[in-house]
C-alpha cells in the first residue's frame, strides 16, 4: 500500500506528539520529587534539632514522639512530653531569656518557643534549646514555617508568662499527672499560680454570642484546687497540644483572654491547683512607668482587636465594672441600613448589640424628657410598646424606638417646631431632624451614630387617631383615641414613660391577637425566630 505525502506527514506529526507528551511527563515527575524532597526538607529546616534541644527539632518518631530518648514522667525512656511556650510578652523590655534559661537549665530535654507576631525588635537573646516563632507569614518561606502546630510535637504545651522561673524540675510533672487524671472529662487545662495562690483568681465566664457579652464572676475555691471558666492573675497553664491546636484562635493575645472564652465555648474548664507555686524574680515586669503605659495601651489595643474578631461588645467584670467595645457617640453604629425589617445581626443568630441599645436608651430617656418638659404628649408606639408590655425595655432585637406625639403640641417644642427644613443638633449632641421618609420626626444619637427615635405625630378625625404618612408595616393603622384618654404610666428602659391605658388591645388591634406572649422577628418572611432557644 503506497502512503501519501499528507499521510505520512500527519504520521510524523502524531510520533512527535507523542514524544512530547512522554518528556514532559518525566519532567512533571521529577519536578513533584524535587518538590517532596524540598519539602521534607524545609520540615527539616524548621525543627532544626541543634537550636532546639531535641525538642521541636527532634525527628519525629512512628509514634508521634521524638526519637531522642529521655527520662519522662514514669521514668522510662520517651521523648519529652511538654513543649513550654511563652507568647506573652513586650518587644521593649521582656525577660524570655532568663525564663528560657531558667526551664532548660532543669530541664535541658524540653522544647522552650518563643511566639511573636512579628520579629522583635531588639532581637531577642534565647539560649541554645530555645527558640522564636514569628506567626507573620513571609512570601520566602513556606506556610508551615509559620504556623505554630508545625513546630509543637509534644503531647502537652506549658503556657508560661513572662518573667517567671522554674525552681522545681518536677513542677511540670505534677501538672501533667492532674491533667491526665481528670481523664475525658470538662477539664482540659491545669493551671498553676506565679508567686502565691492568693494571686490568682479562679472566675465563671459566660459567653453569650447572641448579645455580644462575657460576664465574669468569683468562683468558689476548694482544698484540692478550685475548677472555673477562667483565670485573672499570673499562672502558668497546661493545655493538651491537640486542645490547643483545635481552637479557631489558639495563641492570639491577650493569649488567656482568648483561651478562656474560647474553653467557656465549648464547655472546658480549668483547674486553678493550690500548688505548685511558680516564682517570678522579675515583677513588676516593667522597670519604667513609661514602659508601662506602653504595655497598658499595647494591651488595650489587643483587647480590643480581640473582642472585634469574637464579636463581643460587652463585658461584666467580676468587679461589677463595665467594659465597652462596641459603638458610641462619636463612632457609626454597630450594624449598616435595615433591609426588609431584619437587621444583618439577626442573619448571624444575634440580637442588637449591647452598645446599641444603650445608645438608644439614652435617646429615648432624653427625647422624653425634652417632650415632658415642653408639653408635647407622647406615647409608646407599635414594637417599642410591645417591648414595654413583654420586657418592660427594648426589644433584645429591636433597632429603634418610636413614639406617637400629639401633632397639635408639636408648636410647643422648640426643638420640633422649626424642623420644616433642615436639622438640628442641640447642645447635647443629638441630631433632630424632620425625615425624609415622610411626614414625621427623627431624633439620632449624634452625628456620626444614627441609632435613633422616630416621633409620628398624629391627630384626632371622628374619634379615631390618624395621620398623614404611613408605612407598609403591618401595625401602621388608625385606632379608636380612647386609648389615649387618659394616657397611664408604664416602667420602660430604667423610666416610667406613657403609654394608651390599655395596652394590650392596643397592641392586638394593631399586632394580632396573643402577640405579647409569642416573640417573633419583625419579618418572619426572612428570618424567623427559633423559640426553643429563648
Not at 527558640?131 to 509534644?154: G, K, M, N, Y
Not at 472529662?185 to 462575657?214: K, Y
Request: proline share 7%; glycine share 8%; charged share 20%.
Amino acid at each position: 500500500m503506497r502512503i501519501s505525502f499528507c499521510q505520512g506527514l500527519l504520521t510524523g506529526a502524531i510520533i512527535l506528539n507523542l514524544l512530547i507528551l512522554y518528556y514532559v511527563s518525566r519532567a512533571q515527575q521529577q519536578m513533584m520529587e524535587k518538590r517532596k524532597e524540598h519539602g521534607r526538607s524545609t520540615r527539616r529546616a524548621a525543627h532544626p534539632a541543634s537550636s532546639l534541644g531535641g525538642g521541636l527539632g527532634g525527628l519525629v518518631g512512628p509514634g508521634g514522639g521524638l526519637e531522642h530518648g529521655v527520662v519522662g514522667v514514669e521514668g522510662h525512656t520517651r521523648g519529652p512530653r511538654v513543649t513550654v511556650l511563652l507568647r506573652e510578652f513586650e518587644n521593649f523590655e521582656n525577660y524570655v531569656g532568663d525564663v528560657a534559661n531558667s526551664f532548660l537549665r532543669h530541664r535541658p530535654e524540653l522544647p522552650f518557643l518563643a511566639v511573636a507576631d512579628t520579629t522583635p525588635y531588639p532581637p531577642l537573646v534565647l539560649p541554645e534549646g530555645a527558640r522564636l516563632l514569628v506567626l507573620s507569614p513571609s512570601p520566602d518561606q513556606p506556610p508551615q514555617a509559620h504556623r505554630p502546630e508545625f513546630h509543637v510535637q509534644t503531647e502537652f504545651v506549658l503556657l508560661v508568662p513572662d518573667g517567671v522561673e522554674l525552681e522545681q524540675a518536677r513542677a511540670i510533672e505534677r501538672l501533667i499527672r492532674e491533667l491526665e487524671g481528670e481523664g475525658g472529662g470538662p477539664v482540659r487545662l491545669v493551671a498553676a499560680p506565679v508567686l502565691a495562690r492568693s494571686a490568682v483568681q479562679c472566675l465563671h465566664l459566660r459567653v453569650n454570642l447572641r448579645e455580644w457579652t462575657a460576664t465574669y464572676s468569683p468562683a468558689a475555691s476548694g482544698s484540692s484546687g478550685s475548677v472555673c471558666t477562667a483565670l485573672q492573675g499570673d499562672a502558668v497553664v497546661l493545655i493538651r497540644t491537640e486542645d490547643l491546636f483545635n481552637l479557631s484562635l489558639p495563641l492570639v493575645r491577650p493569649l488567656f483572654s482568648s483561651l478562656f472564652i474560647q474553653i467557656s465555648l465549648r464547655g472546658w474548664k480549668v483547674k486553678l491547683l493550690e500548688s505548685p507555686c511558680f516564682s517570678a524574680n522579675h515583677r513588676p515586669l516593667f522597670s519604667s512607668a513609661h514602659n508601662q503605659w506602653k504595655a497598658d495601651t499595647r494591651l488595650k489595643e489587643t483587647t480590643r482587636k480581640l473582642m472585634r474578631s469574637f464579636g463581643l461588645k460587652r463585658l461584666l467584670l467580676s468587679d461589677g465594672k463595665e467594659q465597652w467595645y462596641g459603638c458610641s457617640k462619636e463612632t457609626p453604629r454597630c450594624f449598616g441600613t435595615v433591609q426588609d425589617d431584619t437587621p444583618d445581626y439577626l442573619y448571624l443568630d444575634r440580637w442588637t448589640p449591647p452598645c446599641c441599645l444603650r445608645a438608644l436608651r439614652e435617646t429615648t430617656k432624653y427625647v422624653i424628657n425634652i417632650l415632658e418638659s415642653s408639653g408635647v404628649r407622647y406615647w409608646l408606639e407599635g414594637g417599642t410598646l410591645l417591648g414595654a408590655a413583654r420586657h418592660q425595655d427594648i426589644i433584645p432585637w429591636d433597632y429603634d424606638v418610636d413614639l406617637g406625639i400629639y401633632q397639635e403640641d408639636i408648636p410647643n417644642c422648640d426643638h420640633l417646631k422649626n424642623l420644616d427644613s433642615g436639622s438640628l443638633v442641640d447642645a447635647n449632641g443629638y441630631v433632630w431632624e424632620r425625615a425624609v421618609e415622610g411626614d414625621f420626626y427623627r431624633v439620632q444619637f449624634s452625628e456620626a451614630n444614627h441609632l435613633h427615635v422616630d416621633l409620628w405625630p398624629f391627630y384626632p378625625h371622628n374619634g379615631v387617631m390618624t395621620k398623614d404618612t404611613w408605612t407598609e408595616h403591618k401595625q401602621d393603622v388608625e385606632f379608636p383615641e380612647h386609648f389615649l384618654q387618659p394616657l397611664v404610666p408604664i416602667p420602660f428602659a430604667g423610666i416610667t414613660a406613657y403609654a394608651p391605658n390599655n395596652h394590650r388591645a392596643f397592641l392586638e388591634l394593631k399586632f394580632g391577637e396573643g402577640v405579647i406572649e409569642n416573640p417573633q422577628y419583625p419579618n418572619p418572611a426572612k428570618k424567623k425566630l427559633d423559640r426553643s432557644k429563648l
